[in-house]
């Protein structure tokens, strides 16, 4: 039933190591979004893609790999994890192609604490 | 460029008064506006969106937002808070020069008192 779903909810990990966060979504959306919520609650985005291709990419360090195996998933992963890292994921997914009033789902979000 | 500005990091207000969570922005045309609402250790969920005509927009749990373009604005508000209304209120823009970026202000805490 859950519309956008993200595993692990949460994520705990040495410096130095390469995780991987999955996303999934039902809604049958063609296009996929990652988040980053730091500490002090501010929501950036980080990549999107829009059936499997990769139209937003921010400044964001090539530690970070999203993949898009097909549209209903989006899995970030992340190689050589640093303290900065840690913070919540969140997956979102919207409908259409190329629209800008599309509504956001977000999915649970993923806690990353690295030690 | 696109920037969203919620000038409140807290708002306070006791149950069933009425509730203000302030957002303003500024974009290269005409934006598409929306607010969501961010339960704790929860993901954010849609409350409501402007895209065009009435200025004033109802979403969801008895909130709206009226639009005021002179004033660059899209103020949250409800007309009697409850206590489970107390979360984390996010004002997002996107304009409409098309693209899927969406721009988040830095969220409000609403804190409802019983």
């Known amino acids: 039933d859950t519309a956008v779903s993200q595993t692990p909810k949460y994520l705990v990990t040495q410096m130095g190591n390469d995780k991987s966060i999955k996303c999934e979504q039902n809604l049958g959306h063609d296009t996929m979004y990652w988040y980053k919520q730091d500490s002090k609650k501010f929501l950036k985005i980080m990549f999107s893609?829009?059936?499997?291709?990769?139209?937003i990419n921010e400044t964001v360090p090539n530690r970070f790999s999203p993949k898009s195996p097909d549209k209903a998933h989006l899995n970030l992963h992340i190689n050589s994890l640093e303290l900065g890292d840690s913070a919540v994921y969140f997956c979102?997914?919207?409908?259409?192609?190329?629209?800008?009033?599309?509504?956001?789902?977000f999915g649970p979000g993923t806690r990353l604490t690295v030690l | 460029a696109q920037s969203v500005a919620q000038p409140e990091d807290q708002v306070n207000v006791a149950e069933g008064n009425p509730l203000t969570v302030k957002c303003t922005y500024s974009v290269s045309g005409n934006p598409y506006l929306f607010w969501y609402v961010q339960y704790p250790n929860r993901g954010l969920q849609f409350l409501l969106k402007?895209?065009?005509?009435?200025?004033l927009v109802k979403g969801s749990y008895g909130f709206e937002a009226e639009f005021n373009k002179s004033q660059t604005s899209f103020h949250l508000k409800k007309p009697s808070a409850l206590v489970s209304d107390s979360a984390l209120y996010f004002c997002a823009v996107r304009d409409r020069t098309g693209g899927f970026k969406t721009i988040f202000g830095a969220g409000t805490r609403l804190f409802v008192k019983a």
């Open positions: 979102a997914s919207s409908q259409g192609a190329g629209t800008s009033t599309d509504t956001q789902y």
């Open positions: 893609y829009n059936n499997k291709e990769l139209i």
């Open positions: 402007y895209i065009t005509g009435d200025n």
